[in-house]
T-cell receptor
Framework: GAGVSQSPSNKVTEKGKDVELRCDPISGHTALYWYRQSLGQGLEFLIYFQGNSAPDKSGLPSDRFSAERTGGSVSTLTIQRTQQEDSAVYLC???????????FGQGTRLTVV | TQLLEQSPQFLSIQEGENLTVYCNSSSVFSSLQWYRQEPGEGPVLLVTVVTGGEVKKLKRLTFQFGDARKDSSLHITAAQPGDTGLYLCAGVDSGGYQKVTFGTGTKLQVIP
């Protein structure tokens, strides 16, 4: 596609439910990132995929969070047993190579009620 | 863990004023990127600096990469209301993993 696509754009879920957030990166981009952003704040790193290397999961806040990237393309971020503190905008970005720009999707706004 | 601290965290200035945003780390990066984010959108790349001491100008914006490639600054001359947004620096890992680490962000408001 022309840009990074994320779905859904908005998600309201009840506390305790599981959610899946999807990211379609730009075709051919080997690097894919997930970040979390609270209102007006900076980006909190969650996970990084680079080619066929093992992902860097060091930013995942708890074992309720997991992510996978199938076939080096589409990625899914899963949050199990959601909590109210999980409410945020979840941003996905992809990048072609070193020193290249990270292109961001518009994010998924998650609200846990 | 690589950390990038930005200062100030918030900045509210009048149109026409100058300002500087700083991005500091104890880690060395292969390159440093600056992004601007507007409400409801993802961050958009403004510039990438690669060489220690490099200075790049983008109209009224001047970006500098520190000699040791650990810090950077963004200077805006004669700020305009359209400059309002969240400014994020991002360091690219100097190792082979090429991971991008984002700074804490500077929220800029330019008042007409």
């Amino acid at each position: 596609g022309a840009g990074v696509s994320q779905s859904p754009s908005n998600k309201v879920t009840e506390k305790g439910k599981d959610v899946e957030l999807r990211c379609d990166p730009i075709s051919g981009h080997t690097a894919l990132y997930w970040y979390r952003q609270s209102l007006g704040q900076g980006l909190e790193f969650l996970i990084y995929f680079q080619g066929n290397s093992a992902p860097d999961k060091s930013g995942l806040p708890s074992d309720r969070f997991s992510a996978e990237r199938t076939g080096g393309s589409v990625s899914t971020l899963t949050i199990q047993r959601t909590q109210q503190e999980d409410s945020a905008v979840y941003l996905c970005a992809s990048s072609l190579a070193r020193d290249r720009a990270a292109f961001f999707g518009q994010g998924t706004r998650l609200t846990v009620v | 863990t690589q950390l990038l601290e930005q200062s100030p965290q918030f900045l509210s200035i009048q149109e026409g004023e100058n300002l500087t945003v700083y991005c500091n780390s104890s880690s060395v990066f292969s390159s440093l990127q600056w992004y601007r984010q507007e409400p409801g959108e993802g961050p958009v790349l403004l510039v990438t600096v690669v060489t220690g001491g490099e200075v790049k100008k983008l109209k009224r914006l001047t970006f500098q990469f520190g000699d040791a490639r650990k810090d950077s600054s963004l200077h805006i001359t004669a700020a305009q209301p359209g400059d309002t947004g969240l400014y994020l620096c991002a360091g690219v890992d100097s190792g082979g993993y090429q991971k991008v680490t984002f700074g804490t962000g500077t929220k800029l408001q330019v008042i007409p």
